[in-house]
């Protein structure tokens, strides 16, 4: 089993920065790709970033060019660092992880994550 701990996660000011961590633990051998999601309230939750174990990432389109996915597979951590924050980016930040065959591959799609977090709120006001 696999536990997936999210952090970092607070109140900013429209075009503030903030940095959210994820911390993966328990039975984490092998490659994992480790994705970030959100969900606004009375909205469906929705992929923002994803990245595979060798690096490779992904962005959701509203959230390129200001947001970064990295990791540290030696602590099994992975950042969004995220920058121009806007009212819009207002949302429950989810972290999630799942192994895979290849260390090159990274998912967007929320199904084919395996391990979740809780969540973590970001709130970002006008």
Request: net charge positive.
């Amino acid at each position: 089993q696999v536990q997936v701990v999210e952090s970092g996660g607070g109140l900013v000011q429209t075009g503030g920065s903030l940095r959210l961590s994820c911390a993966a633990s328990g039975r984490t051998f092998g490659t994992y790709a480790m994705g970030w999601f959100r969900q606004a309230p009375g909205k469906e939750r929705e992929f923002v970033a994803a990245s595979s174990w060798s690096g490779n990432t992904a962005y959701a389109d509203s959230v390129k060019g200001r947001f970064t996915i990295s990791r540290d597979n030696a602590k099994n951590t992975v950042y969004l660092q995220m920058n121009s924050l806007r009212p819009e980016d207002t949302a429950v930040y989810y972290c999630a992880a799942t192994q895979t065959v290849s260390p090159d591959y990274y998912y967007t799609r929320q199904y084919l994550y395996d391990y979740w977090g809780q969540g973590t709120q970001v709130t970002v006001s006008s």
